[in-house]
């Protein structure tokens, strides 16, 4: 015993010492949490999306049934279309105010680091605290906006949560809300990296504040903006918990995004193998998304 412990450590220390070794060993336990946590919920609702399992009864093997059903179901392709319009339009918004708000607070005046601060008050609040907040404020009844549109322009609101096409602009201003700070802290960081020599050398060209703006900043901080639009993009195409508080994918599903739908097939449904499906649905297109990315930042 007393001679293999020495052997022992020797081959330990040899295996540290190396920083290839070294690197697969340090990465073990986060590959074992990716599992458990990742990997195995990806699987297991693979699987249950190729069965016609349902919740307390027998899963049966149905191959792709799953996947040909959904084209043919109104509400599915309508979700699909609402998830799209829903991510497209809220993030090219949330990027140009989260550009402008970063271009702001990269200027030094009075008070900017407290605006700074509050600028992070939309992820302070957890998301379904601030969400309840925003459905008092469209209440048909006691609403703030329908309030004021009443007293100071004697117009009549909407009924915002009832309407469809009112319900979608409700549920795009309180993502905007959220998301806008997740843009302009990520490009406000990106900006004060920027040496201050180029700005000194496009100055000394004789290029206007703005001019340095558009041909100095954004191509330097690009690379970090195509990384926050890219999670942007996956926060919102998954995006739940705003949708579900405010309007459950009604008024009669026209607010619907994937994650609720999938949510209201296959836990409130109980068929949970068509709710992995249409859930599942979301996987190839963030991985087109992704992959088109990450093509752009390695031809930088």
């Avoid at 329908?146 to 007293?151: D, Q």
Wanted: contains cysteine; charged residues 10%.
């Amino acid at each position: 015993m007393a001679a293999t412990t020495p052997a022992l450590t020797r081959m330990t220390s040899g295996v540290l010492d190396r920083e290839r070794s070294l690197g697969y060993i340090l990465l073990v336990p986060a590959l074992v949490i990716l599992g458990i946590f990742l990997a195995y919920p990806f699987a297991f609702g693979l699987w249950l999306s190729l069965t016609d399992a349902t919740i307390g009864g027998d899963a049966h093997f149905v191959g792709l049934a799953q996947f040909r059903f959904l084209p043919k179901d109104p509400i599915f392709v309508r979700t699909l279309a609402n998830t799209f319009v829903y991510t497209f339009v809220t993030v090219i918004i949330k990027f140009g105010l989260g550009l402008v708000m970063a271009a702001v607070l990269n200027v030094n005046y009075r008070f900017n680091q407290f605006v700074r601060s509050a600028m992070l008050l939309p992820y302070i609040v957890p998301t379904v605290l601030s969400t309840l907040a925003w459905l008092w404020m469209f209440d048909p009844t006691y609403s703030v906006f329908n309030w004021s549109l009443l007293h100071w322009f004697g117009v009549r609101g909407p009924y915002w949560l009832g309407q469809g096409n009112w319900a979608m602009v409700s549920l795009m201003l309180v993502n905007i809300w959220r998301g806008t700070p997740f843009f302009g802290v990520l490009l406000l960081a990106a900006m004060q990296t920027v040496p201050q020599d180029l700005y000194e050398a496009a100055a000394v060209d004789g290029a206007t504040a703005f001019r340095r703006w558009l041909y100095v900043t954004i191509p330097t901080i690009r690379p970090v903006i195509m990384i926050t639009t890219l999670l942007s993009i996956i926060l919102t195409f998954a995006d739940f918990q705003i949708i579900y508080v405010l309007t459950r994918g009604g008024p009669v599903n026209s607010t619907h995004v994937l994650s609720t739908y999938a949510f209201q097939v296959g836990i409130q449904g109980t068929e949970i193998g068509t709710g992995a499906a249409i859930s599942l649905v979301m996987f190839p297109i963030l991985c087109v998304t992704v992959a088109v990315v990450l093509w752009l930042l390695r031809r930088d």
